[in-house]
């Protein structure tokens, strides 16, 4: 398992907000990145460091951070929304990348 | 912009090693981390490995005694050997390059990291 937690899926109906979290002790350290990932495609960077998103990706998505958690908000979800979403940080040595283990997005 | 393209067999048989290259075009190797990640089939993404340009590496401790991530600065080029390999090791192999960023903090300096660049992926399957 995973040292970063996620829950493995969630659904949002079309054009309502959506958060997706990712829990480990890690956290309370060191920043979350978010990646977001459909069928058939490679991972693409969506948030990194606090709330920065990579130039291309809609301001819908957001990132916030407190305690354990790290949290990526979909602000009016849209039907190409629907995909899987990863976080990345550190493990709890603070020496290794490490994955959470995914969240399956429906969008309804 | 830059670009990545992993390449090699897509097939290999047990107790061998895999071998696969990552080729960085638009763009300079130096000055960046580079990084190795899987997704075997219907599974999360798993952390392989990096390589600082420099030759620095970091593994995956469950993978550490079978992986090997070479830098070819003047072919622009990284690669991942993993040896012994068995079905468990089946997977869509991803490179990426790794951005390490840093920010001040009450007199120390702290770091963060993200997976910016990511090349299509390349499936690998183990079978006799």
């Known amino acids: 398992s995973s040292e970063l937690t996620q829950d493995p899926t969630v659904s949002v109906a079309l054009g309502q907000t959506v958060r997706i979290t990712c829990q480990g002790d890690?956290?309370?350290?060191?920043?979350a990145s978010w990646y977001q990932q459909k069928p058939g495609q490679a991972p693409t960077l969506v948030i990194y460091y606090k709330d920065n998103r990579p130039s291309g990706i809609p301001d819908r998505f957001s990132g916030s951070s407190s305690g354990n958690t790290a949290s990526l908000t979909i602000t009016g979800a849209q039907a190409e929304d629907e995909a899987a979403y990863y976080c990345n940080s550190r493990d709890s040595s603070g020496n290794h990348e490490v994955f959470g283990g995914g969240t399956k997005l429906t969008v309804l | 912009q830059v670009q990545l393209q992993e390449s090699g067999p897509g097939l290999v048989k047990p107790s061998e090693t895999l071998s696969l290259t990552c080729t960085v075009s638009?763009?300079?190797?130096?000055?960046?981390?580079w990084s190795w990640i899987r997704q075997p089939p219907g599974k999360g993404l798993e952390w392989i490995g990096y390589i600082h340009y420099s030759g620095r590496t970091n593994y995956n401790p469950s993978l550490n005694s079978r992986v090997t991530i070479s830098v070819d600065m003047s072919e622009s080029q990284f690669s991942l050997k993993l040896s012994s390999v068995t079905a468990a090791d089946t997977a869509v192999y991803y490179c990426a390059r790794l951005c390490k960023e840093s920010y001040y903090v009450g007199g120390f300096y702290y770091y963060y990291h993200y997976m910016d660049v990511w090349g299509k992926g390349t499936t690998v399957t183990v079978s006799s």
């Open positions: 638009g763009g300079s190797i130096s000055n960046y981390f």
């Open positions: 890690s956290l309370r350290s060191y920043y």
